[in-house]
């Protein structure tokens, strides 16, 4: 191996579990095992202001998630992501980790990356653009912007 490269020792990859997001668990699933490093599985339940406004509330009064539908979600999730380590990844390196994101999930992921410090966080880019982007914004550009470590992204896969 190149002594200049950096050692990999531990990686995040973080996915929604949608389509788009799968595009990058190969490449994940290969450099964790290429240089016997251990992967964190990152996602996030959001329940930032933000997304109670946008999906159940106004912003005068913003929806609170009952804890009993907080609880089904990360159940869920974790199911979901359970699922997900078995079909695609090796378990004996893979973890994960459900975090409760009370800030806008761009933000969270910047925490808790900055927090863990991990070798390297790889991504998956979902490819909107135009009046989507504007709406929905990029996690994935502002996660490049502030984060304090190496970020890899991955295009999602063309439909």
Do not use: W
């Amino acid at each position: 191996m190149n002594e200049n490269l950096p050692s990999i020792h531990s990686i995040v990859l973080t996915t929604d579990l949608s389509i788009d997001s799968a595009s990058a668990y190969g490449l994940a699933a290969s450099l964790t095992q290429k240089y016997s490093g251990s992967l964190t599985i990152l996602t996030c339940i959001d329940t930032s202001p933000q997304y109670s406004e946008a999906s159940l509330g106004t912003l005068e009064a913003p929806a609170i998630i009952p804890p009993h539908a907080l609880t089904s979600a990360h159940t869920d999730v974790e199911n979901a992501l359970r699922e997900c380590i078995a079909e695609h990844f090796d378990s004996a390196r893979t973890n994960y980790h459900i975090l409760q994101a009370p800030v806008p999930v761009k933000h969270s992921i910047v925490t808790y990356v900055d927090e863990k410090k991990p070798d390297l966080l790889i991504m998956s880019s979902h490819g909107r653009s135009g009046l989507s982007r504007a709406l929905l914004g990029s996690v994935t550009e502002h996660v490049l912007r502030h984060c304090g470590r190496p970020v890899l992204v991955v295009p999602a896969k063309p439909r």
